[in-house]
């Protein structure tokens, strides 16, 4: 090695120049890092956690099943009964009671059903609901014929909606479709509305949502008005109506 003061040549184990005295540290020779330990994979603790995750996975997909029959089975029974029928506008209703094996009747079991829809055939809900304290099925199907009777139109109707209050839904104020498109996509305009249709008429080249609703006006009164928003065939916005509803048409 060589001094750093006055730069004499000294043996590598030297611990101070033999020529001006000066001290020189010795570096300490590094000792080997012993390797770090491998711990032995746990395997049966893997497979125990892959069978945690398999029955987890699993039970959601029982809820998911469970949940969607729930839907299709008791929400839903009406709108399909309805959709089924809506194939056969057009054709005999005859033609249609056969072949899709649904039982319809001529008359309501419910006597404001009857004073108050008009109607040739219709299937109903055997559950019921009270709308001003009178009794309604929770929800119709209604047929309408022509003088051939042939189906003209098949109507879906939902009495829940108004068992709360007559008027239908509340809703925070007046509902507007006036900067709505024509053929905007259905899921669009029905999410601008954002409430349960109360009826859903279907006949041959357009389908027809009504609602019911209610809003507070500026006189702070409540105000009840009857939307309806119609679709073509592929369920594409083409207008609306809305039309205030007084005591009087009640």
């Not at 987890?56 to 997909?61: D, E, F, Q, R, T």
């Not at 939902?158 to 239908?168: I, L």
């Not at 073509?232 to 009087?248: G, I, L």
Request: net charge negative; charged share 30%.
């Amino acid at each position: 090695m060589v001094c750093k003061k006055c730069k004499e040549v000294l043996p590598d184990d030297a611990t101070a120049c033999t020529c001006c005295g000066y001290k020189i540290k010795q570096k300490k020779p590094k000792e080997p890092k012993a390797p770090k330990e491998k711990k032995p994979i746990d395997k049966q603790s893997i497979i125990s956690k892959l069978k945690l995750g398999g029955v987890i996975a699993g039970l959601v997909v029982v809820v998911v099943i469970i949940i969607s029959l729930i839907i299709s089975l008791f929400t839903g029974e009406g709108i399909k009964t309805a959709e089924e029928l809506s194939e056969y506008i057009g054709e005999s209703v005859f033609d249609a009671i056969n072949e899709s094996n649904l039982k319809v009747s001529d008359e309501s079991k419910f006597s404001a059903v009857n004073n108050a829809v008009k109607f040739d055939y219709l299937i109903e809900s055997e559950d019921s609901v009270k709308v001003d304290g009178i009794n309604f099925p929770e929800w119709a199907v209604t047929i309408c014929l022509n003088e051939d009777e042939e189906i003209v139109t098949v109507t879906y109707t939902d009495f829940t909606v108004c068992k709360k209050n007559h008027k239908g839904e509340e809703a925070d104020g007046e509902i507007n479709l006036d900067n709505v498109k024509k053929n905007q996509k259905f899921k669009k305009v029905f999410d601008e509305i954002d409430l349960d249709p109360y009826s859903i008429t279907y006949e041959n080249a357009f389908v027809t949502y009504t609602y019911k609703y209610y809003y507070e006006d500026e006189a702070e009164n409540e105000q009840a008005v009857r939307l309806t928003v119609t679709y073509n065939k592929n369920m594409e916005y083409q207008y609306f109506n809305s039309t205030p509803v007084y005591p009087s048409d009640i």
